[in-house]
């Protein structure tokens, strides 16, 4: 008993210096836009001025409706093509199966800095529209997020029990009433979790995004990137907590809508680590 | 139309898969309201056969007729037949209640109607009190009636059952095969139920079409299969046989090992010089610790085991070639120790006859099979 104590105690001490070490950076941005100076690398003393002043930097705002414009864009695309790509994987493999996952395996282990150059070579010679606005931005992004939301609704639909669609069909369900009342609600969390990773790719994404940016677009973390000096005004940590606290309602609600759905506690768990 | 309903007609139908014949040339006449199984062992094609009356494949050559109508190319989703599947395949993301009134949902009965119906079939399968489950919160035998109210709420010509009691424990399986059963006559509904368990096509069908390499071996009732079998395979696959490699003469069939077998009646007639089978069905063979006195349809060995079933004794009778064995009723039989002498002697009108064709199917020693261990 003693003995199970002792060992029990040393893995609660270790697992909560994993959570510091992982989010402890996390918690000190957040700290660090209630800083009241100027940089957020040196803490003077409490102040939300920081708050007011991100409002009022329309390049700060601008780059991230850039953001999250391309983010839905291209999460949307991605959804769309992925979602296809997935079922049609699992449900209809055949000579083109193996050719089709080693591209979608080769575009998300290419670096992105080859993808990037290629990319740009690429729409250079188109020009054009390929050349203005979002559309560069959104067609990189959407390239990556549909690969990874092509494996993970595969997985997901390989791992169905294929007799479902015929007990549909048994039970007098056209093919469309089939996939729409049994395969897509069984494949939803696996379309949500894919898509929550699709917009937190695109979020994140600097450096092909970087290469096809048309002058004058600049995504979120691109703008923080390119800060001059590398002086980061706890504006951007201001934005940056913004951004977590969404990200958190974002997966709240997901995890909602898979419980309404009829999940359990662990399938949700399964379902936000691709399993 | 209406005096059909519920008939089933299989003509010459195929179905193969790239170069493998599931089925080949079958032919089979299912009658309306009758409870009929298709039994065989894996591969021989009965799933494939309930999967083309079902309307998920459809057959390569011939035709399948269902309440005299043909359904060449006609849907799953627009035939009046209902499916038991071997897991069950409930909407894991439907409740039990939604589970059993999705089929009346499609067609588009009114909503009234369809609670009547669901709480009616649910308490068929006195499953109504877990209506709101989701079919993970239930164990198999519950999913499995949920299942089977499932098919039965849409009230279908034809109720295809595919191995629906394979999953479930002995104990429930019995209970499971006698409720089916009662279920069956009182619906009035035609069951076809695919199975490999003999006993279990044995204890509830009217006829059995036993089946190998895709086509129908015998179609007959239960009592017809077991006392005249059509082959050798139907005698080994229907309770147990001990088969004798011979040739056939005038009266019956002279095994390899010697042994002269005297038949009254044989299922098959086999030209007198031709390779030949015979078999003695293991509860028609007497055993004697004395010599019986006579030359035919005796062997002479030893018991090389004893097992108690309860009502009965089976011996393992070890002759010169082979074991034979042997089930007695505990009654009355004769008590003999691993090691004594004994005869095996039977009646000549328990002996059957076949040709050899089949020789490669039936002669693993089933006695081998019946050995502890």
């Known amino acids: 008993m003693k003995r199970y104590f002792t060992v029990s105690s040393a893995l609660g001490v270790w697992t909560g210096a994993v959570i510091v070490f992982l989010f402890t950076p996390i918690a000190f941005l957040v700290a660090m836009s209630f800083n009241d100076y100027k940089s957020i690398f040196k803490w003077t003393h409490f102040s939300t001025r920081w708050w007011g002043h991100m409002m009022q930097n329309t390049s700060l705002t601008s780059s991230v409706r850039v953001s999250l414009e391309v983010a839905f864009v291209s999460t949307a695309l991605a959804l769309i093509l992925g979602t296809f790509a997935g079922l049609a994987l699992a449900k209809r493999p055949g000579k083109w199966t193996a050719g089709f996952v080693g591209i979608i395996l080769l575009i998300l282990v290419t670096p992105e800095i080859v993808d990037g150059a290629g990319q740009l070579s690429w729409f250079v010679l188109l020009g054009g529209p390929f050349r203005t606005g979002l559309t560069p931005i959104v067609l990189v992004h959407t390239v990556f997020s549909s690969a990874v939301v092509t494996l993970i609704v595969r997985a997901r639909v390989a791992g169905l029990d294929e007799r479902l669609e015929e007990a549909a069909a048994d039970l007098f369900a056209t093919p469309r009433r089939a996939f729409f009342e049994v395969t897509l609600p069984l494949v939803m969390p696996a379309v949500l979790a894919g898509g929550m990773l699709a917009f937190t790719l695109s979020l994140d994404n600097v450096v092909s995004t970087s290469f096809v940016s048309p002058a004058g677009v600049t995504t979120f973390p691109n703008y923080v990137f390119g800060l001059s000096g590398g002086i980061i005004r706890p504006e951007v940590a201001a934005m940056a907590t913004l951004f977590i606290a969404s990200t958190l309602a974002a997966v709240g609600l997901v995890a909602l809508a898979l419980r309404r759905g009829g999940q359990s506690g662990t399938e949700i768990a399964a379902t936000f680590t691709g399993n | ?373």
């Open chain 2, 1 to 373: 139309m209406s005096q059909d309903r519920g008939s089933v007609e299989l003509v010459d139908v195929t179905k193969r898969f790239g170069s493998m014949v599931a089925v080949d040339t079958l032919n089979l006449d299912v009658h309306a309201g009758e409870f009929l199984s298709l039994l065989g062992p894996s591969g021989c094609g009965k799933t494939t056969t309930l999967r083309m009356l079902a309307g998920f494949e459809q057959p390569d050559e011939g035709f399948i007729r269902i309440s005299g109508e043909f359904v060449q190319g006609v849907p799953a989703y627009k035939r009046d037949v209902n499916t038991v599947f071997q897991q069950y395949a409930l909407f894991p993301h439907m409740t039990v209640a939604e589970n059993v009134a999705y089929g009346l949902r499609q067609r588009h009965v009114s909503k009234s109607d369809i609670a009547a119906r669901v709480t009616e079939a649910l308490d068929m399968v006195k499953m109504r009190p877990l209506a709101d489950r989701k079919p993970r919160q239930m164990s198999g035998g519950q999913q499995q009636r949920v299942a089977l109210a499932r098919a039965l709420v849409n009230r279908p010509s034809v109720l295809l059952l595919d191995e629906p009691l394979g999953a479930l424990d002995r104990k429930l399986r019995e209970e499971m095969q006698i409720e089916l059963k009662l279920l069956q006559s009182q619906l009035g509904i035609t069951f076809v139920f695919v199975t490999h368990d003999q006993e279990e096509a044995m204890g509830m069908s009217d006829r059995i079409a036993i089946m190998l390499d895709g086509h129908v071996e015998q179609l007959a009732d239960p009592e017809t299969v077991y006392e005249h079998p059509s082959s050798a395979f139907v005698a080994g696959f229907i309770g147990r046989n001990n088969f004798w490699k011979g040739v056939s003469t005038a009266q019956g069939v002279h095994a390899d090992d010697g042994t002269e077998f005297v038949a009254s009646n044989p299922e098959e007639k086999v030209a007198p010089g031709q390779p030949a089978l015979a078999a003695i069905r293991p509860e028609c063979i007497h055993l004697s610790s004395t010599d019986p006195g006579h030359v035919i349809n005796v062997i002479e060995g030893a018991v090389a085991g004893v097992s108690h079933y309860g009502d009965v004794l089976q011996y393992v009778v070890r002759t010169a070639d082979r074991d034979v064995l042997a089930l007695l009723p505990r009654q009355g039989a004769v008590r003999l120790a691993p090691g004594d002498p004994v005869w095996c002697h039977w009646q000549a009108s328990e002996v059957y006859q076949f040709s050899a064709e089949q020789a490669d199917l039936v002669l693993q020693d089933p006695a081998a099979e019946a050995q502890p261990g």
